[in-house]
């Protein structure tokens, strides 16, 4: 028994590659039991400065992306490979492609690009777990989706589409965290408007003409000690 909770408000980066090996896990073995729960937050623990957090009964927690990935391949036989060490390494590279400027993730993709030529999958001659967590962060990242899906870069589109289109729970996964996103942004929306602008000095007093609308004071005037426009 494990459980894997996710900071939902976290860079999927980070936390789109732990959740898909996890799903992965469960595809793999019906008999892997993981609870995922997500939790309305940028860190779980603050201690650890951790988007994750994930726990094997009877194992201490773990909070980075690639050592949950770690405990995942380790506790659960689902999937067993010569290959583990590559794979490790692979997981590993995700780490960049956590930032969203393009100048930092464009070369990883453009290794990966190069890596891909005459390649189906990221590892091997099947998919591993290595595709679903470079899958996972490039996913997770707008700005390296964004190229990916431009076709830019045919191998890495090539195999992106492939490994979506051939595990159709992907889909589902992704949905479950966008969803989360979706429902704390609609109730935020819910809550109407707000009018805290941060204005300084207001200890003086700001004139309104119609509130709560404020009345329109010329910023260098605002700066030079005139709180009041007259009309």
Same mark, same amino acid.
């Given at each position: 028994?494990?459980?894997?909770?996710?900071?939902?408000?976290?860079?999927?980066?980070?936390?789109? $590659?732990?959740?898909?090996?996890?799903?992965?896990?469960?595809?793999?073995? $019906?008999?892997?039991?993981?609870?995922?729960?997500?939790?309305?937050?940028?860190?779980?623990?603050?201690?650890?400065?951790?988007?994750?957090?994930?726990?094997?009964?009877?194992?201490?927690?773990?909070?980075?992306?690639?050592?949950?990935?770690?405990?995942?391949?380790?506790? &659960?036989?689902?999937?067993?490979?010569?290959?583990?060490?590559?794979?490790?390494?692979?997981?590993?590279?995700?780490?960049? &492609?956590?930032?969203?400027?393009?100048?930092?993730?464009?070369?990883?993709?453009?290794?990966?690009?190069?890596?891909?030529?005459?390649?189906?999958?990221?590892?091997?001659?099947?998919?591993?777990?290595?595709? &679903?967590?470079?899958?996972?962060?490039?996913?997770?990242?707008?700005?390296?989706? /964004?190229?990916?899906?431009?076709?830019?870069?045919?191998?890495?589109?090539?195999?992106?589409?492939?490994?979506?289109?051939?595990?159709?729970?992907? /889909?589902?996964?992704?949905?479950?965290?966008?969803?989360?996103?979706?429902?704390?942004?609609?109730?935020?929306?819910?809550?109407?408007?707000?009018?805290?602008?941060?204005? $300084?000095?207001?200890?003086?007093?700001?004139?309104?003409?119609?509130?709560?609308?404020?009345?329109?004071? $010329?910023?260098? /005037?605002?700066?030079?000690?005139?709180?009041?426009?007259?009309?």
């Amino acid at each position: 028994m494990a459980a894997l909770n996710i900071a939902s408000k976290a860079n999927q980066a980070i936390t789109l $590659p732990a959740l898909l090996v996890a799903e992965y896990a469960r595809e793999a073995d $019906p008999n892997v039991k993981i609870v995922i729960e997500f939790k309305d937050v940028e860190v779980l623990d603050s201690s650890e400065k951790g988007e994750l957090r994930f726990a094997m009964t009877g194992k201490p927690p773990v909070f980075a992306s690639s050592q949950v990935i770690r405990e995942l391949l380790q506790g &659960f036989p689902f999937w067993q490979d010569h290959s583990e060490d590559l794979v490790y390494e692979w997981i590993a590279r995700t780490q960049g &492609f956590v930032s969203t400027d393009f100048r930092s993730v464009e070369g990883p993709l453009l290794e990966l690009d190069s890596h891909l030529t005459l390649r189906s999958y990221v590892v091997g001659y099947t998919v591993t777990p290595a595709d &679903f967590a470079v899958w996972g962060a490039i996913r997770g990242n707008k700005v390296a989706y /964004a190229a990916v899906k431009k076709g830019v870069m045919l191998n890495v589109s090539r195999w992106f589409t492939f490994v979506e289109e051939t595990h159709l729970w992907i /889909a589902s996964a992704v949905q479950s965290l966008n969803a989360h996103a979706q429902e704390r942004r609609a109730n935020k929306s819910k809550e109407g408007a707000s009018y805290d602008i941060a204005l $300084p000095d207001t200890d003086k007093g700001v004139v309104t003409r119609f509130p709560p609308e404020p009345s329109y004071v $010329p910023k260098r /005037a605002y700066e030079a000690g005139q709180r009041e426009l007259i009309l």
